[in-house]
């Protein structure tokens, strides 16, 4: 079966960096998105990462390792409006998203 | 603003109702998808359309149904309305080069 695995919840403090993983297992792979999503809103498009490598912008960087099937997202210098779920979703080989349960991100002064 | 507008933003309904849920999009694209958002869930796909007259079954698709009369409408609706169909639905299109998705902001849907 397909699956996606990111942690439940993170904690972090305001100012500092933190890393939230995603792994995954699909049928195929075309490209691997991040969303986020405060809470009582809509998922927002954060980046997207089809070759092996870091994507940076802004303060949000993105990795992925197509072998390993594994990607991070990097949030440096955090601030207390980046409390919200960060998603990770892989396109598959039908060109389907198939979503993470989401890592809630929890930023404490 | 262009964008994906979803209505109603929330309602109750009692169980054994009929309920459509609606979407709108003016940013003309092709695809559109309709998804359940649970607690402890990741964001599960109903039904989608690649474009303006298909419609495709996503991985919960029972219960309902969709129609693509045209590119911006994507009506989701509910025959007959269960407790287990209390959710948040969330409408999304996608940009056929990118496939960033664009989200409504959602329906929360409670059934009695």
């Known amino acids: 079966g397909q699956n996606i695995d990111q942690p439940t919840e993170m904690t972090a403090t305001e100012g500092a960096i933190v890393q939230i993983n995603c792994t995954y297992q699909t049928s195929g792979f075309n490209g691997l998105f991040w969303y986020q999503q405060h809470a009582g809103e809509a998922p927002t498009f954060l980046s997207y990462?089809?070759l092996d490598g870091l994507e940076e912008k802004g303060r949000f960087s993105s990795f992925l390792s197509r072998s390993k099937g594994y990607s991070y997202l990097l949030l440096k210098e955090l601030q207390m409006k980046d409390s919200a779920s960060y998603l990770c979703?892989?396109?598959?080989?039908?060109?389907?998203?198939?979503w993470g349960a989401g890592t809630k991100l929890i930023i404490k002064p | 603003i262009a964008g994906i507008t979803q209505a109603p933003t929330s309602q109750i309904l009692a169980a054994g109702r009929r309920m459509t849920l609606r979407c709108t999009q003016d940013m003309r694209h092709n695809a559109m998808y309709w998804y359940r958002q649970d607690l402890g869930l990741g964001l599960r796909l109903i039904h989608y359309s690649n474009t303006a007259g298909t419609t495709g079954k996503g991985e919960v698709p029972d219960g309902y149904s969709v129609s693509r009369a045209n590119t911006d409408d994507f009506p989701l609706t509910l025959a007959s309305a269960v407790p287990s169909q209390t959710s948040v639905y969330f409408c999304?299109?996608?940009?056929?080069?990118?496939?960033?998705?664009?989200f409504g902001e959602g329906s929360r849907l409670t059934v009695l």
């Open positions: 999304a299109s996608s940009d056929t080069y990118t496939g960033e998705l664009f």
């Open positions: 990462n089809v």
């Open positions: 979703a892989v396109r598959d080989s039908n060109y389907q998203l198939i």
